[in-house]
């Protein structure tokens, strides 16, 4: 069964850092690249972060810079560094597989944390 548990979320100013974390289960872990999504109400979610199993990387133009993404294969955990929050960051983020749009629909998700970016 896939579990996804997502933590580490918050309120922050403007300008803080806050650090989430994603435990898998292992069975997406292992074997698949890893993102970081985020969702508004009213608007689709989208893919901010990803990493490979080999720690390839790759970041949406809006975070690119400020947030690093991260994974430890022991702990089969994923983790999403955000430096420099801006309000317009505020979302909901949510870890999975790293898949297209299009896919996203047949996918099982964690609950998710809320992030809260005050200006």
């Known amino acids: 069964q896939v579990q996804l548990v997502e933590s580490g979320g918050g309120l922050v100013q403007a300008g803080r850092s806050l650090r989430l974390s994603c435990a898998a289960s292992?069975?997406?872990?292992?074997?698949?690249?890893m993102g970081w999504y985020r969702q508004v109400p009213g608007k689709q979610r989208e893919l901010v972060a990803q990493?490979?199993?080999?720690?390839?990387?790759n970041y949406a133009d809006s975070v690119k810079g400020r947030f690093t993404i991260s994974r430890d294969n022991a702990k089969n955990t994923v983790y999403l560094q955000m430096n420099s929050l801006k309000p317009e960051d505020t979302a909901v983020y949510y870890c999975?597989?790293?898949?297209?749009?299009?896919?996203?629909?047949?996918?099982?998700w964690g609950q998710g944390t809320q992030v809260t970016v005050s200006s």
């Open positions: 990493i490979t199993t080999g720690g390839n990387t």
């Open positions: 292992r069975s997406i872990f292992s074997s698949n690249a």
């Open positions: 999975n597989v790293a898949t297209t749009m299009a896919l996203l629909k047949f996918l099982s």
